[in-house]
């Protein structure tokens, strides 16, 4: 009568020790070990998109997305050079993963919830948006100046069949030129045929650096969206480390890194994180 139950036991320990076995070996076979192993970290990206990836004149790879990859980096082998970048269309962003051709990718891939049933989502590091740009001479100065003028304002925006709607989102009475290039857009501004462009917000700031004093743009965007790198799915450890390296980057120890490299490609100065308790758990 006391047989069963012990045997029963006995059966449940054995399982147990096996899966923890089996959890031990997997987890030593992960990717966060693998990639240990093999001393560098293989991410793809892009090449043609400033300022997130592109080829500078030394036609080494520079960007916000690349120096997000070194923050990575730098976190797996206190050495941020330790990196392979891969280069791939925008298309090939979750192919290349699930192939384990990269370890990750990050290559401004806008958070969406179809697209992480596919691949893992790490922190986000960037909300971008619309913003628009104006010369700096505008006599238009914030987003209200722009909307009381109505239909007097005529704003360029890169062809697409959402364009109209979404710059009316923001200036809803607005006249909106569309045009084939990002170059064109611009032009228009410069011309004096448009008040504004609206654009990415990045691009924006971004405009805004390179070109010191020309241009302004209001404080106001709209339309959000989450950029985040990616990840295959199913490991968990490879997925929390590249967090911990993204947040200890935007909150911790490597801010200077994080807020330098934001500077540079934004003209932005970050507000140091708040000293205390854990802004994250407010």
């Known amino acids: 009568m006391h047989r069963r139950p012990s045997l ?3 059966c449940v320990f054995v399982l147990a020790a096996s899966s923890s076995v089996m959890g031990i070996a997997q987890a030593a076979d992960g990717k966060l070990d693998s990639v240990l192993a093999r001393g560098k970290l293989i991410v793809g990206t892009g090449s043609t998109n400033a300022p997130w990836h592109f080829q500078g004149a030394d036609g080494k790879l520079q960007g916000f997305d690349i120096d997000i990859a070194r923050m990575v980096a730098k976190g797996l082998f206190n050495d941020p050079d330790k990196v392979e970048f891969v280069v791939q269309s925008s298309d090939a962003r979750i192919p290349n ?4 051709k990269v370890d990750m990718s990050c290559q401004f891939i806008t958070v969406t919830a179809s697209r992480a049933q596919q691949v893992a989502f790490t922190l986000p590091y960037y909300r971008e948006g619309v913003g628009l740009l104006l010369p700096n001479n505008s006599k238009y100065k914030e987003i209200e100046d722009l909307q009381g003028a109505g239909d007097d304002v005529t704003v360029a925006v890169l062809q697409n069949v959402y364009a109209e709607e979404l710059v009316h989102q923001a200036l809803p009475k607005a006249k909106v030129d569309q045009y084939d290039s ?9 011309s004096g045929r448009a008040d504004a462009a609206a654009t990415d917000q990045s691009s924006v700031k971004y405009l805004m650096v390179q070109n010191p004093g020309r241009y302004r743009s209001p404080a106001y965007a709209w339309s959000p969206q989450t950029y985040a790198c990616a990840v295959k799915r199913g490991d968990q450890d490879w997925l929390n480390f590249v967090n ?6 935007m909150t911790g120890v490597e801010f200077p890194t994080y807020a330098a490299s934001f500077k540079q490609w934004f003209g932005v100065d970050l507000p140091s994180p708040a ?4 802004i994250e758990f407010k």
């Not at 993963?97 to 384990?100: I, R, Y």
């Not at 990002?182 to 410069?190: E, G, H, I």
């Not at 911990?244 to 980057?249: S, V």
């Open 8 to 10: 029963f036991k006995a």
């Open 244 to 249: 911990t390296a993204l947040h200890e980057a």
């Open 275 to 278: 000293i205390g308790f854990p």
């Open 182 to 190: 990002v170059d064109l857009m611009y032009q228009a501004v410069n």
């Open 97 to 100: 993963l699930l192939t384990d």
